[in-house]
Each structure stands twice: as C-alpha cells, then as structure tokens.
C-alpha cells in the first residue's frame, strides 16, 4: 500500500490497518518524508518518501489523503505512472468527488480510480490526532464513475469495511449536493458565527470583554471552523455552486424566521411549533 498524506485520516487508516494485518507493507509519501520520522518510529509505515521518489512497483493499493487541490494532482500522476500495475487500485478520502473525478477522466487509466469519501473526523488536524478506531461505525461514501470495474469498487469497500465502517455507493454529482448541507455549509455557518463574534468584540469591547458570555453552546456549534483553512479553502472552491446554493437556501430559512420573530408576541404559536419541529428532527439524527 502507498498513501500520500499523514494526517488525521491517512494516520487513521495506517493504525488501523497495521492493528489488522501488522505484515502489511505501508509506503508513506510527503512533501517533507523527514516530517515523518514519528510514524517511522511508531510502526506504522514501513517507509518514508518525498513525492520525487514516486514507485509503485508491487502496490496494490494507493490511498491520497490530502486536500483536495493537491489531491486531483497527486492522482493523475499515479494513473499515469508507467509503475502502476493494472490490477492496483487508488482511491481518495476527499470532501468533494464531481471535480476530482471530471479532472481525471481523460487519465488513460481512469478505470483504477474509484472516488471515496469517509465522514469520520475532526477539526483536529495532522498525525498526532489519527487514531486506529477513526472509521469505526462510520459512513465511507464510495462514488464510482462509469468506467470503474465492479470488482475495484468491491475491494474498495472491502477495505473500508475492514476497519469497521459501513460503506454507500452513490453518484459523484449525489454526494457533493448532499455534503453541502451535512457538512460544507454547517462549515460556512460556523465560521461566519466566529467572524461575527470578532466584529461584535472589535466594535463594542476588547477581544477579552466578551469571553464570560461565550457559553458551551457556542463553542460547540463553532468547533468545526477550527479545521484546516487549507482544506476547506479547496472545499469551498471546488463544491462552489451547491455551496452557494446551499447558502441561498438557508437565507431564506433565516429570514422567514426573522419574519416570524417581528410578526410574533410572546405566545406565537408559530415559533414554538417552528422549534419543537426542528428539536424532533434533530433528535433523530443522534
């Protein structure tokens, strides 16, 4: 196996595959492989190689676990590597899959390419958050496009269902529509909360001032928009118009609210229903 990137998920998926199946062979690639003397220590790969020292002789599988600009890169590259062996596979874990796959269709070997993306994370970043038992439970989302071959999307999910996880096939065009909602916009939002409380804290009082009225609640719907400004600066970029669609969407949700809230008395109806019917829907989700 050869992964590209070891951070949160590609140090995840070393751990756990290591703790499965310790004889397996782990080749890790990084910009900087001297970066990578802790998980050389740790075990959990076999080798450490700068991108310039790119060989896939005897790789059964590649794994790119990077953002997603750099992944659509590292991507063509193996595809079209002369080292790449017909029945290898790679696969990525990237939040957006539509651009990624468009930008690698005329790749001669296109057909080894089978998208995923797991839903398992965290706003921590880098190997020293990576955990063997990340995928546990979790939802691996495999988008296959038409000239994938049953077999590697077969392995592909075999390998995720491995660690623990539990893997869906949709479109490439179905995921990012839907993780727009379920994950880039509640990005957006937090981030725009924090941005606001910052211009409150300018405008009214130092920084300091308002750090007593900032309770459990706000922290934990801001706790995303502490991930990797990299990351989701690709993210935005390359999911841009469900994003934004997503956006509009929940403008006009805030301002049929705001509607509500200047109509209303203390005994609306309205906005308790408007409350009680998102509470049931919430508490459904676990």
Known sequence: MAIFGLGLLGGSLCKGLKKLNPGIHISAYGRDPARLGKVLRDRYVDEARGYDELSLAGIDLAVVAT?????????????????????AVVTDVGSVKEKIIESVLECKRVRQFVGCHPMAGSEKTGYEFSSGALFEGASIIVTPHQCNRETDIARIQELWEMLGA??????????????SYTSHLPHVVASSLVSLLDDL???????????PFVGRGFLDVTRISSGSPEMWRDIVVF?????????????????????????????SRFLHDYF???????????
């Open 276 to 286: 009680q019917h998102v509470k049931n829907i919430r508490d459904t989700l676990g």
């Open 239 to 267: 999911n841009k118009a469900n994003i934004l669609d997503a956006i509009s969407r929940l403008i006009e949700k805030l301002n049929q609210l705001r509607g509500a809230m200047l109509d209303a008395d203390s005994e």
């Open 201 to 211: 804290s300018s405008d009214r009082a130092p920084s300091s001032g308002i750090g």
């Open 67 to 87: 953002p997603v600009q750099a992944s659509v890169g590292i991507i063509r590259r193996l595809l079209d590597h002369p080292e790449l062996e017909d029945d």
């Open 166 to 179: 539990c893997t869906y096939i949709v479109s490439p065009e179905k995921h990012d529509k839907f993780v």
